[in-house]
Structures are given as C-alpha cells and as structure tokens.
C-alpha cells in the first residue's frame, strides 16, 4: 500500500517543453506539499495546499503551477523548462496544523537537457 | 527567518561504533519541532526522530536518540550500534507553524553517513 506516490519517477525532456509531475496520497491528509531538492542535495519548500487551497508559494517561478483537484491530488506542471529545473521534486502530505509528520513520495528526477 | 545548519558535509564510523551527527538552528520562536530525516540511496525520505521544542526530555528511537539543547540551539543526532544500513544522507529539519492549517520544513544541507564494515 503506497501512502504517497509520484508519476512518472523519472522525467527526462528538453528546454521548453512543458511538463507535469503528479502526486496523489491515500493516507486521508488533507495538506499536501512540494518539495524541490537539486543537485547539491538542497532540500527546500515550494508550494503547500491545504483542502485545494494554496497556502505557501516560496517565490517559485511563474512558470511552476501547482493544481490540486481534490485534496488526495496536488500536481505539479512547469513550463517552459531551463536546464536549472533540473532536480528531484518531492511530493509530501500531512494532516493540518501543528507538527504533523510530512510523509513523502519517492520523488520524480526531472532531467532537462 | 530559520535557518538549519549542518556543519558536517561527510562522516564515516565502522559498523557497531557510535556516530553523533551535529545541527544547530536559528530562529526567534519560543515553540517549534525539530527532526531528522535519512535518505538512503533509494532517495525516499524517511523520519527517524522528531523532538518537540516544549520537551526538555530528548527523544529516543531504538538505535537513534538526540541531545537536544534549546538555548545552544542544538539538536545533534546519535546513532548506536551503527548498522550498514545506516548508510545514508542525514537532514535535520526545523518545523515552523505557518499560519493555520499547514506548516514547512526547512532543512539543512545534510551530513552523508558512511557505515563501514
């Protein structure tokens, strides 16, 4: 039984493209994060959605737009890909408030050449 | 604004010694969460132990355990017993309560544990 999952695991394209990372969790939280790690193992937050709702946007580009369709979803689609884009993005969930644990997906590589 | 340092980029212990992983932290809150988190090559992220600031006594989880001391602001890890399955990337995490109905954690750059035969 898989708690929080990523599609695809790997991601490989080119400048430009445009492309989406999903996430969905079956553990009934109704926060869901994104989490960016890049190349020197850098962890750091991007967006967090609790109920559909956008509650934190780390100065992300525009070009990063996240999507949550229901609360057990929160998808990542990023346009126009640069070569910085490159990195391993982590999806996460929590229950609301507090200090809830955050449990994360097995992340997604995004390989832009 | 929090930060989380983690002043040892590598360490390396033979297999049943005793490794203490450092962190330090900066914030002006009086209430917070600090963690540890292991990633192994599999890259998953997994908790190992979570200490809650209002806690004087210092969290412990089979093998693992930390020295938490909240006016040094430090919380360094220890691992007993090292297993090679210890081998992995460390990040320590501080938990900041961000208005409601989520909150973030910021991470440091992360210690990679070697456990040696």
């Known amino acids: 039984d898989t708690a929080v999952s990523q599609t695809p695991k790997y991601l490989v394209t080119q400048m430009g493209n445009d492309k989406s990372i999903k996430c969905e969790q079956n553990?009934?939280?109704?926060?869901m994060y994104w989490y960016k790690q890049d190349s020197k193992k850098f962890l750091k937050i991007m967006f967090s959605?609790?109920?559909?709702?956008?509650?934190i946007n780390e100065t992300v580009p525009n070009r990063f737009s996240p999507k949550s369709p229901d609360k057990a979803h929160l998808n990542l689609h990023i346009n126009s890909l640069e070569l910085g884009d490159s990195a391993v993005y982590f999806c996460?969930?929590?229950?609301?408030?507090?200090?809830?644990?955050?449990?994360f997906g097995p992340g997604t590589r995004l390989t832009v050449t | 604004a929090q930060t989380v340092t983690q002043s040892q980029p590598e360490m390396s212990v033979q297999e049943a010694e005793t490794v203490t992983l450092s962190c330090t932290y900066d914030?002006?809150?009086?209430?917070?969460?600090l963690f540890w988190y292991k990633q192994p090559p599999s890259r998953q992220m997994i908790l190992v132990i979570r200490?809650?600031?209002?806690?004087?006594q210092n969290a412990t989880e089979n093998r693992f355990s930390v020295n938490f001391q909240k006016a040094a602001k430090s919380f360094s890890l220890k691992i007993s017993d090292s297993q090679l399955g210890d081998t992995a990337m460390y990040f320590c995490?501080?938990?900041?309560?961000?208005?409601?109905?989520?909150?973030?954690?910021?991470f440091g750059t992360g210690t990679l544990l070697a456990v040696q035969p």
């Open positions: 995490a501080f938990m900041t309560y961000y208005g409601g109905a989520t909150n973030k954690l910021i």
């Open positions: 553990l009934g939280h109704d926060t």
């Open positions: 959605y609790n109920n559909k709702e956008l509650i």
């Open positions: 996460a969930s929590s229950l609301a408030g507090g200090a809830a644990e955050q449990y």
């Open positions: 200490q809650e600031a209002y806690k004087q």
């Open positions: 914030t002006s809150e009086n209430n917070y969460y």
